[in-house]
């Protein structure tokens, strides 16, 4: 049914269009002329899609017995004389127009910032889980881990990053709220990578952007711990596997790199090194970063199949980054130590 013919025949007509440039005065002389006599219009939709003057000449010559209206060309109208009519029924365009209101939305959008820039809770997201807030304080320790695993994976080697899989183990199975660990892994991933800011809120789209799929799955599989989490890089290089897992008050803990089992501390800054499993290599790594004046905060040793995997997390003087550097070439060069890696972590 075309405008005109709805106009026509209709005693009641609601308005649902976007505004744009062939939406604007769609109601106009020419469209009252065709309306039958006694039509009554609501419009909740925008103001610019009737042309208020002609509205007004519309009631006054009996073609429109009565409007309703939510919306105004002008908001607030500079023109009150149509909103003023006995047949028209005029309304704010948001229930928040009040003072009192104004200022309840103010002290609202004041509290969802504090919240999460003390707790990283994200309240009424239109981009962002709906989580309780019970069961994302819960969380929050977890959110923390897969931040830094994702972060620790990204900076162990360069290369084009294309998925992104993140698997969830024991307890954590169960959470509703499950799903952000996802975007906070992929904040971790992309953080070191853009230039840009990105967060937990709009860490899926910037993946997206990049073409990262990000792939997430629980396992009913038992492990040593009653929550783990698994961060697993695709990358055009290969691939990147570590696990960590959250110990009491709220600590996060690195458990697995690329299979073997290794505990140690989460934050900082520390070398991940992949060796040969024979005598002398921890001697040389301690001689090395002595020399350079590098002191270890805590040295980890996991062992497997396929060699072994230091943690080393170390102090780094901010003023002197590049004695880090220094050590590090020459690490490379002892003949055990296939790879060393610099992560850089936040405390």
Same mark, same amino acid.
């Given at each position: ?38 039509? $009554? ?15 007004? $000449? ?95 994976? %990204? ?19 169960? %959470? ?116 350079h004046r590098v002191n270890i905060a805590n040295f980890a040793l996991g062992r497997g199949g396929t060699g072994a995997i230091g943690i080393v997390n170390v102090d780094e003087d901010a003023d002197a980054p590049h004695v880090l550097d220094t050590a590090l070439e020459e690490l490379r060069k002892v003949p055990a130590i296939r790879e060393v890696f610099l992560i850089?972590?936040?405390?």
């Amino acid at each position: 049914m075309g405008i005109d013919l709805m106009c026509s025949e209709a005693d009641y007509l609601t308005l649902h269009l976007p505004s744009t440039p062939e939406t604007r005065h769609v109601f106009n002389d020419e469209r009252f002329s065709r309306c039958k006599p006694g039509i $009554r219009l609501v419009n909740t939709a925008r103001g610019e899609l009737i042309d208020e003057a002609a509205l007004r $000449r519309a009631i006054d010559a009996g073609i429109v017995a009565g409007a309703a209206l939510d919306v105004f060309e002008t908001e607030p109208p500079a023109d009150w004389s149509l909103a003023q009519l006995p047949q028209v029924i005029a309304t704010p365009h948001i229930a928040a127009s009040t003072e009192e209101a104004q200022e309840l939305v103010g002290i609202e959008a004041a509290a969802t910032v504090r919240d999460f820039l003390r707790d990283g809770m994200v309240r009424n997201a239109v981009n962002f889980p709906n989580i309780h807030p019970d069961e994302l304080q819960r969380l929050q320790p977890w959110i923390r881990l897969c931040d830094l695993l994702g972060a620790l994976a %990204s900076q162990m080697g360069t290369a084009r990053i294309e998925e992104l899989g993140v698997r969830y183990y024991g307890a954590l199975v169960e %959470s509703r709220g499950v799903d952000v660990l996802a975007a906070s892994a992929a904040a971790g991933v992309l953080r070191p990578i853009l230039s840009s800011g990105v967060s937990i809120v709009n860490a899926r789209a910037a993946a997206k952007a990049r073409g990262i799929d990000i792939v997430e799955s629980r396992s009913t599989r038992s492990r040593h711990f009653t929550s783990l989490v698994s961060i697993k890089l695709r990358t055009d290089a290969g691939e990147r596997w570590v696990e960590g897992t959250v110990f009491e008050p709220g600590t996060p803990r690195l458990v697995s790199v690329r299979g073997v089992d290794v505990e140690a501390p989460l934050g900082g800054t520390l070398l991940v090194i992949a060796n040969d499993d024979q005598p002398g290599v921890i001697g040389d790594v301690g001689t090395i970063l002595g020399r350079h004046r590098v002191n270890i905060a805590n040295f980890a040793l996991g062992r497997g199949g396929t060699g072994a995997i230091g943690i080393v997390n170390v102090d780094e003087d901010a003023d002197a980054p590049h004695v880090l550097d220094t050590a590090l070439e020459e690490l490379r060069k002892v003949p055990a130590i296939r790879e060393v890696f610099l992560i850089r972590l936040a405390n």
